[in-house]
């Protein structure tokens, strides 16, 4: 079974497409309304999905945290993961579906780094960040901040998850790939419009990353759960 996971602040504009588009290609929508002070949760609910409520904005890594501990309760076998502003394309969803079935654990979506499609800052941070990663990770990371990916479940069973923000999605790919876990890639597009705003902050979160990668530079496989 495969399920959509999407963590979701203040999107009630933005969500419905999200969950209509990614219908058409999984078995249940679960979000993840992180304190939101508009209609998300009833937006949400209203389209089929199944909304876990957080009364506060806990933040993005937490919320997939949350949404993470539930899904071990179902059935579910895989995990897609996209953002609720629009930034993944929901059609998108069958190429990572087909790369999954090649034997891939994980399967992120490598957005296009032009600096035509994606600010300058956001095309300079993704890049540095996507080399560094690869050296940590001893393989070839085409884009490690991507939060557009779908997940075996036997990842979220194995492996403990600690940061915040999101520095997470780095931290899943550099575990995974420390544990022997296959990361595989395909192409997506890169979305950025005033409705698919990046809730990045360009100076505290590069070097929140900087950190986290330092700290998992150390990490060594083990069984954590």
Known sequence: MLVALIPAKDEEKNIPKVILGVKKYIDEVIV???GSKDNTKKVAEGLGAYVIRNETNIGKADALKIGFKFILKTDADFIAILDADGQHDPDELPKLIEKVK??????VGARSFNIKEM?????????????????????????????????????IEKIVFESKRYQLETEMIVKAARCGFRI???NVSTIYTPQAKSKINQLSDPLKFLIVLFKLSFYRCKKEK
């Open 102 to 107: 090649e034997g891939y654990d994980i399967v």
């Open 119 to 155: 600010p300058f800052l956001r095309l300079l941070s993704n890049v540095f960040s996507s080399i560094l990663t690869s050296f940590v990770c001893r393989t070839k990371i085409l884009d490690s901040q991507s939060g557009y990916r779908i997940i075996k479940r036997h990842i």
């Open 32 to 34: 993840i309304d992180d």
């Open 184 to 186: 595989g890639f395909v």
